[in-house]
């Protein structure tokens, strides 16, 4: 008899179940409930974690392989893009202030994604989502390393790129994302995926990346493009994690559907309330637009979203709480956040600037029913103060929402002229919010958001750099006279112009 047997080869699902589920197993040194404190109390029951499906059944070598190919194609756009001076292609240098939002707003998020996905995946006792998790996990720190070396090369010539860690953790309006990830993260496990994998990363993804991609290709930005490819697989895996978790929750006890229910209602209301950074960027800061705000969300939200809740039903799940809000709001949220922009320029690390007459044409079209009543009115009024050297800024610092750390500046769901307001009391102290949506979700977990470090609250404390604004300012990183201020006169600005007077006279 011959010892030597021919290796077997496996077929692609019993090497996958081998290189994943098979690495698995029952804890005996310790109970499986100590060593997997968290995938248990938030209320959650599972039955079989087997029943997890992994529709990529990627095993580790061909994801390592996957992205390394990716990486090299990235890298050498990248190159070239530097190598040809890539910024004089955009279409208008105030363009690159969409970048400086996305470096400083959205790259930290992609690594606190990398590491939220890897603190959930070590707390899930099964092997499919434990797995799942792990590649996520690699691919968002992934995102965030691509996001940087895409966006470095503007940090050569513009202004407000040179310290987005810091920023992240103390600019006031980046507050408003950064408080959206601390909070998914410090929520369990299995809110946590339900925050980013299914809220954001399957309801609401397509609202942050199509305009920041398309917006990159229509305004010449090859870069981010790229990335935004380089970016777009890893995606797909990710929404179908995020389908997959809230599929496998609801399958496995009719108990959680409310909770997963519950979870919903908050992360869209909070993702919502995010993506009106984007709204502005859409309608105000893209020299060449793609599409509105009101179109995308009617097509990404409305439609897609529409189809998808009413799949969920035979479950029992029902559209998000408040999504009627948001279809009112979807033809004023853009312009109510560069209002506030503009009047806390000179407190931000990017530029803002008034829409030109054919800008002002254009969302005038886009928005028939608000823009020429209620925003074009302010805009000629903030043109007038301007032409007559009263530029105005506002110098009161104002208040925020609790929840979703945006200032006070969205309006009544029924009425686009007043401003709306609501408050809970707790404890003895009063606490303020811009919607019922955001009031709901404190009243919920008000333990958890009383602890929120509100910008506002705390340069009143004293806590950011001192009284006076520039002090503050110095303790932000950000260089007064460069990085704030209107886009006119600013070096960014000069800068541009002297290129295009020189392409100009290269030309002639
Ligand atoms: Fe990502
Ligand atoms: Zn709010």
Redesign the pocket.
Known sequence: MSVATKARKLGLKQRYALMTRGLGWETTYQPMDTVFPYDTYEGIKIHDWDAWEDPFRLTMDAYWKYQSEKERKLYAVIDSFAQNNGHLGITDARYVNAIKLFLTGVSPLEYQAHRGFAHAGRHFRGVGPRIACQMQSIDELRHAQTQVHAMSHYNKYFDGFHDKTHMHDRVWYLSVPKSFFDDAMTAGPFEFLTAISFSFEYVLTNLLFVPFMSGAAYNGDMATVTFGFSAQSDEARHMTLGLEVIKFMLEQDEGNTPIVQRWMDKWFWRGY?LLALVAMMMDYMLPKRIMSWQEAWEMYFEEAGGALFEDLSRYGIRPPKYHEVAAKEKDRISHEAWGIFYNYTHAAAFHTWLPNEDEMAWLSAKYPKTFDKIYRPRYEQWAKMKAEGKRFYNNTLPQL?T????PMGFTEPDDPTTICFRSSEYRGERYH???D??KDIFDYEPEKYIQSWLPVHQIYQGNCGGAELGQVLDWYHINQGADNLDYDGSPDQQLWDKWMSDRKKAAS
């Open positions: 309330r929402c929840t979703c750390q945006i919010f811009c919607s949506g955001c």
